[in-house]
């Protein structure tokens, strides 16, 4: 199936889908430019990005806390907010994912009231981006398509080839060549086309962009990308509802192409909106690797634009040197009184290491990153004590062994008898544990 670019409508010439959902249309971010609720993602007027618009008179009207409650354990008990009209859309279990109270990791960093918003385990493929891929996925399949793509940084590509294997459509992902196993196995095994490209993520996507013009595939963040971006909501709605209908105080969470960063902020605005929470000005926060650092750079500099870096870091999956919604991300942490700092790789091994110590959650390096720059923020008196704080936590960490393989000490090997184990056991109490840490890291 070929997909032309859709030309501008004027909002008099819509056909308001009347089948279910209260979406109406897509508009250009910036000039408002409005158009057809299909697979594009660029004004042609000014070249912004295209967004969902919502009909919130309709949805005020019908939204309730009780409805919600009724819903389906996944993100799909907030379909009245997603871009789909299907009866049936593809649930594969995304969403409602623990929050956490993280009591010992808020003693550490001198906090009173911190949460854990645990994507590590969510379904299918223990990332965030089972969110957006089930919502994309099923737009793609109400957009008639039947081969599916997306150019990934990893867990994309996992969420896309297992979530289509389940949906039954053809697949194709596109991923830099350089991933960790963990992550290039975890997409083969559902049996797509992957291909692997000589190049880094920016690279990847330039290359997507053309096939999508030539091939007229669904490529989840590309040509869906309005429609994808909008599943990343659902990590402000389950906050929210977790925290008892409540909003928190101050958000940290990962910056790769500041979409999910900007669409949990959407999401808390929404429930705003709609009456489902009170209103609160939560100040948000964005962490990034040092190593691919562009909106920490736009950030820290004042600038209103952001100069695409070339990525160097261990934290692959958060590593896109011309991020698509970066200004977007700066203007919503200056906008919020929040801030954007950046990790090093040596902090980002640290903390994941910290979460893992204190609270028992295994994350990947952008994770660590997350807690990295928590743990600056609370250090820098950034975070108020008092405030309550959730930290995203977005990606499991047997992704990426890679990165904590030789740092996180070794096994005592025993012989199988008393003696040896009491000699080992011996020997592990007499090594002060701190400097265990510190020799291994
Ligand atoms: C993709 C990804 C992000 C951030 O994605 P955005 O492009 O900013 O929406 C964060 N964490 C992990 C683990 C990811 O895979």
Redesign the pocket.
Known sequence: MTQALEAPLSISAFTFDQTGGHFSHLACKECGTEYEPKATHVCQECFGPLEVKYDYESLKRTVTRERIEAGPNSIWRYRDFLPVTSENPIDVGTGMTPLLKANRLAKRLGLKELYIKN?AVNMPTL???DR?VSVALTRAKELGFDTVSCAS????ANSTAAIAAHANLDCCVFIPSDLEAGKVLGTLIYGPTVMAVKGNYDQVNRLCSEVANTHGWGFVNINLRPYY?EG?KTLGYEVAEQLGWKLPDHIV?????????T?IYKGFQEFIKTGLVEAKDVRCSGAQALGCSPIYEAFKEGRDFIKPVKPKTIAK??A?GN???GIY?VEQARNTNGHIEAATDEEIIEGMKLLAETEGIFT?T??GTTIAVLKKLAEQGKINPDETTVAYI??NGLKTQEAVQSHAGEPLTIDPKLDSFERAWDRAQTLDRLEWQQASV
Do not use: R
């Open positions: 994507d990332s965030f981006k957006v940084t990893g867990n994309l971006s990343s969470a990962p910056l790769a192409s500041g979409s999910l960063f669409k999956s958060i896109i991020p698509a919604d991300a990947e952008a994770g977005t990606g």
